[in-house]
């Protein structure tokens, strides 16, 4: 049996071109996707519960909704950021 704490909160720091990125995935992405027809109930409420945390925020962080012209262009500067976004795996092994 495991003594682990489930209901401890972590600080997670991401930056808010990589929130969202990982909100757009989330929301229109996965949304409707087949894949989350294979997660189990749990699996899919973490998931919709993570949406629904990138949202909070994104809306703590002062962005909010804009016309789609103001939306895609905020979108592909969060794009743009992600390509800088440190990745231990890839970011750690010499170019061959």
């Known amino acids: ?24 995935v989330l929301s229109n992405k996965l949304a409707g996707s087949p894949f989350l027809e ?12 993570l949406d629904d945390l990138c949202g909070h925020a994104i809306a703590a962080n002062g962005i909010a909704p804009r016309p789609a012209p103001e939306w895609d262009r905020l979108m ?11 990745l231990d795996f890839e970011d750690t092994w010499p170019q061959l």
Do not use: C, N, P, Y
């Open 1 to 24: 049996m495991t003594t682990e704490d489930f209901t401890k909160e972590v600080e997670l720091r991401i930056s808010v071109g990589h929130l969202l990125a990982v909100w757009d």
């Open 38 to 49: 294979t997660l189990s109930a749990e699996e899919s409420r973490a998931m919709r519960a």
């Open 76 to 86: 592909q500067g969060a794009k743009e950021h992600v390509k800088s976004i440190h």
